[in-house]
């Protein structure tokens, strides 16, 4: 099983809601992943978890909220958007590199979101 | 600091001509090279990978040579189909940072195949 899963699949909120993104993976993988993706762009790394401690926070408006509650589980909690934060959000993961070797990141197929 | 810059797009072709996406990269020391691909409504995929100078990645008639001396890494591919069309995204990761995983992306080019 290779799939990183991802719900929902679409979302809409409002600026004042409070909701949550979900992202799975069964693959024993130790490294996980949220990137943020505008349309026509590259996605933009946010987070990084590894061996569920948050590792790297690339400066993210503490409006998004990640938690990763176990080794299959990765959440993003948003909170107070802003209609700019519409965008696909996509979760990966993967081994965690040690030494000299890279292991491919595997993408869900992201999270839809639009903020009115 | 790292960069990769790639061919603006977006890329038409006809079914079965030759395709080249060009790609250059900006990096310290030797980093490791990626071509991913993301087709409509999904997330991305890795296609192909090369992590030292001279190595060739191929994947579903795919290729691309890791070229130390020009600093690319041309993604080609002899005869292209229709289901190829999506957004192809050239990516580097330099050795210092494994452990941490942050790729650096191209601008990503979006790639139309007509019957």
């Known amino acids: 099983d290779t799939e990183v899963t991802q719900t929902p699949k679409h979302l809409v909120m409002g600026m004042t809601n409070k909701k949550s993104l979900k992202c799975e993976q069964h693959m024993g993988h130790r490294a996980m992943y949220w990137y943020k993706q505008k349309a026509k762009k590259p996605p933009e790394l946010m987070f990084v978890y590894s061996y569920e401690k948050l590792s790297i926070n690339e400066s993210v408006p503490s409006r998004f909220s990640p938690e990763c509650p176990n080794s299959s589980l990765l959440n993003l909690h948003l909170h107070a958007l802003q209609p700019e934060d519409s965008a696909l959000y996509l979760c990966?993961?993967?081994?965690?590199?040690?030494?000299?070797?890279?292991?491919?990141?595997?993408f869900g197929p992201g999270t839809r979101l639009t903020v009115t | 600091g790292n960069s990769v810059t790639q061919m603006e797009g977006p890329v038409t072709l006809s079914e079965e001509a030759f395709l080249t996406i060009n790609c250059t990269y900006t990096?310290?020391?030797?980093?490791?090279l990626f071509w991913y691909v993301q087709y409509p409504g999904e997330g991305l995929q890795l296609l192909l990978k090369a992590t030292k100078a001279d190595d060739k990645g191929s994947n579903k008639g795919f290729e691309a040579t890791y070229r130390k001396e020009t600093t690319s890494f041309h993604l080609e591919k002899g005869s292209v189909q229709v289901s190829d069309s999506a957004v192809y995204f050239c990516a580097l990761i330099p050795l210092s940072n494994f452990g941490n995983e942050k790729l650096t992306f191209g601008t990503g080019t979006r790639l139309t195949i007509i019957p």
């Open positions: 990966a993961s993967s081994q965690v590199s040690l030494g000299t070797e890279y292991y491919e990141q595997y």
């Open positions: 990096a310290t020391g030797y980093p490791s």
